[in-house]
């Protein structure tokens, strides 16, 4: 994979490091970007650590980017205006191409509201490694889980350009992997997203 660099950096050209393969050598695993999309209290933080430990316990490599982690160092100068949010999700996936080059499975739980701002990230990191997952919950069940009081701050207009609620979310249209939170508990979305990743690996 080689990478030239756009904007006021495009004169920077990314050394072709030789570690950059479709199965890292050491790992024997291959990399892959799992990207988790949903609105806020969907179930994404708490299916990613389940799956991060699952996929561990198969004695794979992986790796975490949860969005309030991110919020709090790497973006915490952006805020939640459509263009900071496309940018938070830029830098993102610039992260996750890193991890993935160093043969890491990099689990993203990350709002990423707009399909552009997704199929972006998408084209960043590579569509052959990149699994979109629709953390699915309705609107009114996220609300009712609210674990941060976030919805009850949206909806007193103390939070402003809040997903869901004064802030549209574009509905994934063919994720690699569906998770109806109502039906599935969080054994069992991880069990989805695992025995993708195995039907996967079997292929390649």
Same mark, same amino acid.
């Given at each position: 994979?080689?990478?030239?660099?756009?904007?006021?950096g495009?004169?920077?050209?990314?050394?072709?490091?030789?570690? +950059? =393969?479709?199965?890292?050598?050491?790992?024997?695993q291959?990399?892959?970007?799992?990207?988790?999309?949903g609105?806020?209290?969907?179930g994404?933080?708490?299916?990613?650590?389940?799956?991060?430990?699952?996929?561990?316990?198969?004695?794979?490599?992986?790796?975490? &980017?949860?969005?309030?982690?991110?919020?709090?160092?790497?973006?915490?100068?952006?805020?939640?205006?459509?263009?900071? =949010?496309?940018?938070?999700?830029?830098?993102?996936?610039?992260?996750? =191409?890193?991890?993935?080059?160093?043969? +890491?499975?990099?689990? &993203?739980?990350?709002?990423?509201?707009?399909?552009?701002? =997704?199929?972006y990230?998408?084209?960043?990191?590579?569509?052959?490694?990149?699994v979109?997952?629709?953390?699915?919950?309705? +609107?009114?069940?996220?609300?009712?889980r609210?674990?941060?009081?976030?919805?009850?701050?949206?909806r007193?207009?103390?939070?402003?350009?809040?997903?869901?609620?004064?802030?549209?979310?574009?509905?994934p249209?063919?994720?690699?992997?569906?998770?109806?939170?109502?039906?599935?508990?969080?054994?069992?979305?991880?069990?989805?997203?695992?025995?993708?990743?195995?039907?996967?690996d079997?292929?390649?």
């Amino acid at each position: 994979m080689s990478y030239v660099a756009q904007g006021p950096g495009q004169n920077l050209h990314a050394f072709a490091f030789s570690h +950059l =393969r479709a199965e890292h050598p050491r790992m024997k695993q291959r990399p892959l970007v799992i990207w988790m999309t949903g609105i806020s209290a969907s179930g994404k933080s708490t299916i990613a650590d389940a799956l991060d430990i699952a996929l561990q316990a198969q004695g794979r490599f992986t790796c975490i &980017v949860d969005g309030d982690s991110v919020r709090g160092g790497l973006c915490r100068d952006l805020g939640f205006t459509d263009n900071d =949010r496309e940018e938070n999700i830029r830098r993102v996936a610039e992260v996750a =191409r890193l991890m993935l080059e160093a043969g +890491l499975i990099v689990i &993203v739980a990350l709002i990423s509201p707009s399909a552009a701002s =997704r199929h972006y990230a998408r084209s960043i990191i590579g569509n052959e490694s990149f699994v979109e997952v629709h953390v699915d919950a309705p +609107l009114e069940t996220a609300e009712q889980r609210d674990p941060k009081g976030l919805y009850k701050k949206a909806r007193a207009g103390l939070i402003k350009n809040f997903t869901g609620i004064d802030s549209r979310y574009d509905l994934p249209i063919f994720p690699e992997v569906h998770l109806n939170t109502q039906a599935l508990s969080v054994e069992q979305s991880v069990e989805a997203i695992l025995d993708w990743v195995a039907r996967n690996d079997a292929r390649t």
